[in-house]
């Protein structure tokens, strides 16, 4: 056979374009090709085998119309395009999506198809169901909400609500996306085929769901009225209300349609019921209303009654996918959870593995700073050891001193218990000195009372015997008046034994008293001498001793002796001149008043009279005073040094 034989014998072709809800397809058709032999090769390439529930649809002259399935394409009133486009749809809807929708590509398109109807309003939705669909789209679309992947805005250019929703509330998109994550969320663990079909469920109970409309009219003239077509009946509705049915005609009630030119019949099963006519705008309006019925209608008789073979294979075959396909939702759950939890382990052991490494890398600094830190404490340690070494020999030192001043302390006890015994000594000398002295003060008056005595006697006996005289030797009182005295002396020598013997004791007793003067002067000496002694040790002890408390109590037992001493008489403590100085007794010891020329207590019947001169000076005190008695008077000195002591 030739060449060109063959090219006789190829068939003649067309294209044709298949628009479904998801893709394009290009198909070569023969030009004797009927409806059904497009329809056929297209649903193979989808591997659909659900046939009944779609159709091509394609539109002509403003008006959408289905393709005839008994006849030829090219004999048909289509598009004279190159390609001939048509729009794989449904045709007819189910009554219950969740059991008639067997395959998943038959649900998917279906799922398609209504979505878009709904964002295109040809089928009413609310605007909470709206959302609550649009969230189950995303679900089908994206999978499991992921908060770290699914960002805010991943929405943004999805259509998902419908513009009267948008339009009826103001709200951003990003208010509404947040709305629909939040349901989006809920639906973890869901499968796209499974949020597809709940989708669907909800979908399947709207007022609009599956129902094509026509305008019809009771009259000619009229177009008042819409006619709706669904798998459950034929419905009236008004022309502003396509939600409420004014009328319905289930398929089980309606005995006949049929219809003559322009108008349409609808027979009730029962013959009493009144027939209902109405007119449409066209032949073909009433042609293709009439080709819907007859669709639904079957799809309603089919249900209702025993499956068939084949759909019986088909939902069986639908019920193991199923199983197969829980099986292995399971599975990926399974698979999921357990890459979730390696990915947790994982990011737990990276997070960990970090965890060691900022440890390692923090315990290498420290083992840096810590060999740092015990060189520098191996430095303070050798320091610290010189130190400790200074510090023992200090130690040493310290307790060599505290040993010796142990000592000094003992011996200065020992000293100040020396020197508190000889203070209590010259305390009781002093005393007794005091007691001495006013013992003798005592005796001197008692002197001075038997001198004054002595010499009252003598003048009486002088005046006696110069009484006698005159008695018996006028003629000498007479003419030597002024020899009185010499001839009182003679008389005297030679006329009074009494007198004589008066005298004898007057020697007597100055003898007694010059005797005992020089006694107490030789006592005084000694005294005084012991004074100087107890001076040049209190001088000592004071430069020994300045920091301790001796000296306060060295000044205590100075104002004790002060004290004992100040309780002499008071014609001791007398002074007078041009002004009157208190001596500090607490610093030095009294100063007694002395005779002039013996240093005896003065013996003055008067009080004592002392003429002071005082003196400052830088290191010392001095004090002259004159002391005497009538015209007797010397001065004596009184000198106070650091030492505080008084020198007299």
């Avoid at 068939?308 to 099986?327: D, G, N």
């Avoid at 310290?398 to 000594?425: D, N, P, S, V, Y």
Wanted: glycine letters at 2%; hydrophobic letters at 35%; a neutral charge.
């Amino acid at each position: 056979m030739s060449i060109r034989g063959l090219k006789k014998k190829q068939p003649k072709t067309f294209k044709v374009k298949v628009i479904t809800m998801d893709a394009e397809m290009e198909f070569s058709c023969e030009m004797k090709w009927k409806g059904k032999d497009l329809f056929d090769l297209v649903c193979r390439a989808l591997g659909l085998r659900e046939t009944w529930f779609f159709g091509l649809q394609y539109t002509i002259k403003g008006m959408t119309t289905w393709l005839k399935m008994d006849k030829k394409v090219l004999d048909q009133e289509i598009p004279k395009e190159d390609p001939v486009s048509f729009r794989f749809l449904a045709k007819f809807y189910p009554e219950k999506v969740e059991e008639e929708l067997l395959q998943e590509v038959t649900q998917h398109l279906f799922f398609l198809q209504v979505k878009k109807q709904i964002l295109d309003e040809e089928i009413y939705c609310s605007p909470e169901a709206t959302v609550l669909l649009a969230s189950y789209a995303v679900q089908a679309k994206y999978g499991d909400y992921d908060p770290n992947f699914h960002e805010p805005g991943f929405l943004a250019q999805d259509e998902l609500l419908p513009e009267s929703v948008l339009r009826q509330y103001q709200m951003t998109a990003d208010m509404w996306e947040e709305k629909i994550s939040a349901w989006y969320a809920e639906h973890r663990g869901i499968a796209r085929d499974e949020a597809e079909m709940n989708y669907l469920k909800i979908a399947q109970d709207l007022e609009m769901y599956g129902v094509n409309y026509f305008p019809i009219a009771q009259n000619k003239s009229d177009k008042d009225l819409l006619l709706g077509v669904d798998a459950k009946g034929i419905h009236i509705y008004s022309i502003n209300n396509r939600l409420s049915p004014n009328k319905s005609f289930e398929w089980s009630a309606i005995r006949n349609i049929s219809y003559s030119e322009k108008e349409l019949t609808i027979k009730p099963l029962d013959k009493k019921a009144e027939v209902f006519k109405f007119f449409s705008s066209q032949l073909k309006v009433n042609k293709l209303i009439l080709q819907l019925c007859i669709g639904n209608h079957d799809l309603f008789m089919r249900r209702r009654k025993v499956d068939s073979i084949e759909i019986q294979q088909m939902k069986a075959q639908a019920r193991e996918e199923k199983a197969r396909k829980k099986l292995e939702t399971q599975r990926l759950a399974r698979e999921k959870q357990l890459r979730e939890e390696a990915e947790r382990a994982k990011e737990e052991l990276e997070r960990r593995l970090f965890q060691l490494e900022d440890e390692a890398r923090q315990a290498n600094e420290a083992l840096l700073l810590s060999q740092e830190t015990a060189e520098l404490l191996a430095e303070k340690a050798q320091i610290a050891k010189e130190e400790a070494k200074l510090l023992a020999q200090n130690a040493a030192e310290a307790e060599q001193e505290r040993q010796r001043l142990e000592i000094a302390a003992l011996k200065t006890k020992e000293e100040k218990c020396l020197m508190e015994q000889k203070m209590r000594e010259a305390e009781l000398i002093a005393v007794k000195l005091v007691k001495e002295s006013d013992r003798r003060a005592k005796e001197a008056e008692h002197l001075k009372q038997d001198l004054h005595e002595a010499r009252e006697a003598e003048r009486k006996a002088k005046q006696k015997l110069l009484d006698v005289t005159r008695l018996n030797y006028p003629h000498v009182a007479r003419y030597h008046p002024h020899s009185s005295a010499d001839t009182r002396d003679v008389n005297f020598d030679k006329g009074s034994v009494k007198m004589d013997l008066k005298e004898l004791d007057l020697k007597r007793l100055s003898f007694e008293i010059e005797r005992e003067r020089l006694d107490y002067l030789e006592k005084s000496k000694k005294f005084e001498d012991q004074l100087k002694e107890l001076k040049s040790e209190i001088r000592a002890l004071k430069r020994e001793e300045k920091q301790t408390g001796l000296y306060s109590h060295w000044n205590e037992v100075l104002g004790s002796l002060d004290c004992s001493v100040g309780n002499a008489p008071s014609r001791m403590k007398t002074f007078e001149a041009g002004d009157r100085l208190n001596i500090n007794l607490q610093k030095a010891f009294p100063v007694h008043p002395l005779n002039a020329t013996s240093s005896w207590p003065c013996t003055n019947k008067n009080p004592h009279t002392v003429s002071v001169e005082k003196s400052t000076f830088q290191t010392n005190t001095l004090v002259a005073c004159r002391v005497g008695t009538g015209s007797r008077k010397q001065t004596i000195k009184v000198q106070q040094h650091d030492s505080d002591v008084i020198y007299i």
